[in-house]
């Protein structure tokens, strides 16, 4: 097929830039792909953390074009008439939030003789505002075909388009991150984390929907039970707050926990994730609300089972019992008990064995082949 993408990539810093990137890698293996990226995601005043990062250069696409303005209109159309010249057989677009609406409505009515596929990372923002679904809809009326990674997200999307062709598949694996090989003892050795201890891993942007604070809960709750830490647990916190650090100091500190707990609150380029993945027992999210996360196909292609909530699509992705555990939202009580029972009952091997199972649902392969049963509908 010959197949145009719009998303962002390097320099762009988030993890849809990897997964365009690593789906770019994939389709273009066996199709013709042109990569049109942007000059301009997201204007400063809504996105006020670093948008680019020119050094960390690991999923550099040397063939992409950086064309599209996202909040130019004119961009828009000058975009829109660069892919009809390209002639394609299919058009992705990325959708992540309504910011994008005006954009991608503008192109997507402009294009002729394609058809256009939109693969849904949320089909609504995580943080609701009253424009959000009437700007959704105005533009995804515009597709063809729809990709999801959560039950819930096709039951959003067909609340809009009822009628919509939809597929739902689970977010493939962040499989680049092992770029060291790096073993456990290396990475807490550069973590400064002692080999005997059992580690927890919360990685990413720390927001309130995602749940830190229960975590926190969860290990004050096995702390009240147990003062000494016989089990030796030990909280990594990976990711950005955002100017949220002091109230989840705070939280540290009344839970008593603050010898548990390493907290690394910085941008962490591609380089240096793997050393917490390497360095951790298990990978924890205690989501409040959710679609769907990168972070667990990250810690399955280090064979880390997941703790996660029964939110979102996390339930689609987490086997309770074979690749990790679900517990309920907003409740510590069990969380710690999923701790407990991981250390205490020696899970790690028999849930590895589960991702191992599980390894071809999750793979960059498995997405193509979804695609491309889109392309022969046309």
């Known amino acids: 097929m010959k197949i145009v993408m719009v998303g962002p990539v390097y320099p762009f810093t988030s993890g849809l830039s990897y997964y365009v990137a690593l789906l770019y890698k994939?389709?273009?293996?066996?199709?013709?792909?042109?990569?049109?990226?942007?000059?301009?995601?997201?204007?400063?005043?809504?996105?006020?953390?670093?948008?680019?990062?020119?050094?960390?250069?690991?999923?550099?696409i040397d063939e992409a074009r950086y064309v599209l303005n996202s909040a130019n209109p004119v961009s828009c159309v000058k975009t829109a008439k660069l892919i009809n010249s390209l002639k394609p057989d299919l058009v992705i677009f990325q959708w992540l939030h309504p910011y994008f609406a005006p954009c991608y409505t503008i192109i997507t009515k402009k294009l002729k003789n394609t058809k256009i596929l939109f693969m849904c990372h949320n089909v609504f923002p995580h943080e609701r505002f009253p424009m959000d679904r009437a700007l959704t809809k105005m533009t995804l009326k515009n597709g063809d075909y729809f990709t999801v990674h959560a039950n819930s997200d096709a039951d959003d999307l067909k609340s809009i388009l009822p009628d919509a062709s939809i597929k739902v598949t689970v977010h493939p694996a962040y499989n680049f991150f092992k770029i060291k090989n790096m073993t456990r003892s290396e990475a807490r050795a550069t973590l400064k984390l002692n080999d005997n201890e059992n580690v927890l891993l919360f990685f990413g942007l720390v927001r309130p929907y995602k749940g830190?604070?229960?975590?926190?809960?969860?290990?004050?709750?096995?702390?009240?039970?147990?003062?000494?830490?016989?089990?030796?647990?030990?909280?990594?916190?990976?990711?950005?707050?955002?100017?949220?650090?002091?109230?989840?100091?705070?939280?540290?500190?009344?839970?008593?926990?603050?010898?548990?707990?390493?907290?690394?609150?910085?941008?962490?380029?591609?380089?240096?994730?793997?050393?917490?993945?390497?360095?951790?027992?298990?990978?924890?999210?205690?989501?409040?609300?959710?679609?769907?996360?990168g972070v667990i196909q990250v810690a399955y292609s280090f064979d880390r089972p997941v703790l996660a909530t029964r939110v979102g699509g996390l339930p689609d992705v987490v086997i309770d019992g074979e690749t990790g555990y679900l517990t309920e939202p907003q409740r510590p009580d069990l969380i710690a008990d999923a701790v407990k029972d991981f250390f205490d009952n020696d899970r790690a091997a028999s849930y590895a064995a589960g991702i191992e199972r599980e390894r071809y649902k999750y793979s960059w392969e498995k997405m193509e082949s979804i695609i491309m049963e889109f392309g022969a509908d046309k």
Do not use: W
């Open 26 to 60: 994939q389709l273009s293996k066996s199709h013709d792909v042109t990569l049109l990226s942007y000059t301009m995601q997201y204007p400063r005043l809504m996105y006020k953390r670093p948008q680019r990062d020119y050094e960390d250069d690991t999923l550099k």
């Open 212 to 293: 830190l604070k229960h975590l926190l809960g969860a290990l004050g709750i096995i702390k009240k039970e147990d003062p000494e830490n016989r089990r030796r647990l030990h909280l990594l916190v990976a990711g950005d707050f955002g100017g949220s650090r002091p109230e989840y100091d705070e939280m540290i500190k009344s839970y008593g926990i603050t010898d548990m707990i390493t907290v690394d609150d910085e941008h962490l380029p591609i380089n240096e994730v793997e050393k917490y993945f390497a360095a951790c027992n298990m990978v924890v999210l205690p989501y409040e609300d959710a679609t769907q996360s």
